[in-house]
């Protein structure tokens, strides 16, 4: 009896065992599961959300942010006009990925760029929010920006982290911060960034336009505007989107980025001083990002480089492809002499007018090379299969990179629109894609397609099922400690 009475004692405290096991597991799903949801929802932000950062830029520059309802297919667009008295050679750079940051490509001082995730930056100077001169902060800023993050929420939330690489107690060190940051990402959002040595400010820019120059529209005490160039920039695009319904990156390229109130039309030679491209004008980025596949590495940044953009051409460039063609150096000469060829000097000034029939010339061969290579980079992204190898992508995005940028110089060099085209350039099926629920039996390095916003160490797929798996042993286990204690406690009155 004693036995029967033992055992009986030790399957209870089994059951009593199973039952607070059961009870903690269910405790560490729903406290997963909150956690995922704020992780989301911390990915929407106010708008004018203020943030403590401090920030630090040194050019005087334009910029314009469109995302959602405003494009035509939801991708975000930032185009930056980088406004700077220098003759460097502002061509795109590639800087590989380390352990610890991600591959980019920024023009020279990466004040304008984008990387492997689809983050693309620039930046403007604010002096109003300057103490002192030097500002050097700015540039070290977007270059941790591309090298470190790949969301805008991500930014934002660095942004007002006191331990973050970028946050307040970085970039006090950096010296004076004066700057506007813009950044997309390949989740389709914007959003402007107004920086002091202190305080930093958020404006999300949500199915719309918005533009920056060089004075603060939401920082108080000292916002202003829109007005100068940043109000241009505002005009062309609402003359593009009443004409259009949406703006697109070929928009903005050709019809905001060059934008002159149309002096180019004319017949009288033009000044472009005081206009948002202007003769300071030494680059211009147009970034696309919102394509969410492979992590972000399909995204795209064109780039005109050389004085000026006005009589300049953009071409592509993708990280992935991890080279700068040769003829982007050459391009970036043409560009020079081109714009040379363009201009004619005030009778007794320093200062310089521009030939409209040049300009319209050097423009309809530009405009031709970026319709071809936008539109053939539209086609590429409608052939993207599923369960690419890293080699497969590298492959056929060296080669879109590469042959674009080529047959774009040889075009705007020449002034030749006969030049033989380039035959179609897609990607190709993999054969370790059998099916889309399939896993791939490629490389261990195939990236997979990533759709959420935040990247948990567990899918709520994931979790759900560890879940099930857990509570489905549990259960075995309660109803089997279960039918041995009726066993036991039958045969005990027996």
């Not at 090298?147 to 973050?164: G, R």
């Not at 053939?376 to 995005?397: G, H």
């Not at 759900?464 to 406690?489: E, K, W």
Request: hydrophobic share 40%; glycine share 6%; aromatic share 10%.
């Amino acid at each position: 009896m004693n036995g029967y009475k033992r055992n009986a004692n030790i399957l209870l405290c089994i059951l009593f065992i199973v039952l607070v096991s059961t009870s903690s597991i269910n405790e560490i799903s729903l406290d997963y599961k909150q956690d995922l949801i704020c992780e989301e929802t911390h990915s929407v932000l106010p708008t004018s959300f203020p943030i403590n950062y401090t920030e630090d830029q040194n050019q005087a520059c334009s910029s314009v942010i469109v995302t959602g309802n405003a494009t035509r297919d939801g991708r975000a667009i930032l185009m930056k006009n980088r406004d700077l008295i220098d003759e460097r050679m502002n061509i795109p750079v590639y800087t590989p990925a380390t352990a610890n940051t991600y591959a980019y490509v920024g023009v020279n001082t990466n004040t304008m760029g984008i990387n492997e995730k689809g983050l693309a930056v620039m930046n403007t100077y604010l002096p109003a929010l300057a103490g002192s001169e030097p500002i050097t902060g700015n540039v070290l800023l977007n270059q941790r920006i591309l090298e470190l993050f790949e969301s805008v929420s991500d930014v934002a939330h660095a942004l007002n982290n006191s331990y973050s690489i970028i946050g307040p107690v970085y970039r006090a060190s950096l010296g004076n911060i004066a700057t506007c940051v813009g950044v997309i990402d390949r989740f389709g959002v914007g959003a402007f960034f107004e920086i002091s040595n202190t305080k930093a400010y958020v404006q999300y820019v949500i199915n719309g336009y918005d533009t920056r120059a060089n004075h603060p529209r939401i920082f108080p005490g000292a916002a202003s505007g829109p007005n100068g160039r940043d109000q241009y920039l505002l005009d062309a695009l609402d003359e593009v989107y009443s004409m259009n319904g949406y703006i697109s990156p070929k928009h903005v390229m050709q019809n905001v980025s060059r934008y002159v109130h149309h002096k180019e039309l004319g017949t009288a030679n033009f000044s472009i001083d005081g206009e948002a491209c202007n003769p300071n004008t030494v680059a211009t980025m147009v970034a696309v990002s919102g394509d969410e596949r492979y992590d972000g590495i399909l995204n795209c940044m064109w780039t005109a480089c050389g004085s000026n953009p006005i009589v300049g051409v953009f071409v592509p460039s993708m990280v992935y492809a991890e080279f700068i063609p040769e003829s982007i150096e050459d391009l970036w000469l043409h560009t020079q002499e081109k714009y040379q060829s363009a201009r004619a000097r005030y009778s007794n000034s320093i200062s310089w007018l521009l030939f409209p029939e040049r300009v319209r010339e050097v423009q309809k061969f530009a405009f031709f090379a970026e319709d071809f290579t936008v539109n053939a980079y539209e086609q590429l992204m409608t052939s993207v299969p599923e369960m690419l190898s890293d080699s497969q992508i590298k492959e056929t995005i060296s080669a879109f990179v590469e042959v674009m940028d080529n047959y774009t110089s040889e075009i705007f060099t020449q002034e030749n629109m006969d030049v033989q085209p380039p035959l179609p350039i897609n990607f190709q099926i993999s054969s370790t894609a059998t099916s889309t629920t399939t896993s791939p039996t490629g490389p261990t390095t195939t990236h997979s397609i990533t759709t959420n916003l935040t990247s948990p160490t567990y899918t709520p797929w994931e979790s759900s099922n560890d879940t099930y798996l857990l509570s489905l042993t549990m259960g075995v286990t309660l109803g089997f400690a279960l039918v041995m204690s009726i066993l036991i406690i039958k045969r005990r009155f027996n």
